[in-house]
């Protein structure tokens, strides 16, 4: 999804968001780093398949997916790590491991770890990883409709 497109759904929505330039970084805690967003508050995206299906989970940045935890909040038997072959296809505008998550412009279900729920706001990546949103967690929310859980270690 072109950065276009995400800014587009938002003033749609009628949502206030900042964007956040930032040197390239290409981890979580970097990104955080470098664009002075606290760790708890980044929100990154990963790709994960539960039983078979593509789906995202996002989580703050110190985080890492606990996958017991991910396939019983999902009712799956199964829940693995996507590889990037597997979902690069369906984000060809975004550079890879830079997706936002907003899984619902690709129909994606997603599961956001209980923790972010507890932030005012949170900041995620734009399809590049030169550029951050920042906008307020109810906002997000209420736009992708996540399944919320606990699903980091």
Avoid: W
């Avoid at 749609?12 to 970097?30: D, I």
């Avoid at 996507?82 to 279900?109: I, K, Q, T, W």
């Avoid at 995620?124 to 919320?148: C, Q, S, W």
């Amino acid at each position: 999804m072109p950065i276009e497109k995400l800014k587009t759904t938002l003033h749609k929505s009628k949502v206030r968001y900042e964007s956040l330039a930032h040197a390239p970084a290409f981890t979580a805690q970097g990104i955080a780093a470098v664009a002075h967003v606290p760790g708890n508050e980044l929100a990154k995206t990963v790709m994960v398949k539960l039983d078979g299906v593509l789906a995202m989970a996002v989580l703050p940045a110190p985080r890492n997916v606990n996958f017991d935890r991910l396939r019983q909040a999902a009712g799956a038997k199964n829940a693995e790590l996507a590889h990037e072959d597997e979902f690069a296809r369906l984000f060809p505008s975004c550079e890879v491991g830079a997706m936002p998550p907003f899984g619902n412009l690709y129909d994606l279900e997603v599961y956001v770890d209980e923790p972010l729920t507890h932030d005012e706001q949170i900041a995620f990546n734009t399809g590049t990883h030169t550029e951050l949103i920042r906008m307020r967690y109810a906002d997000y929310a209420n736009l992708v409709k996540p399944k919320v859980c606990a699903t980091s270690a």
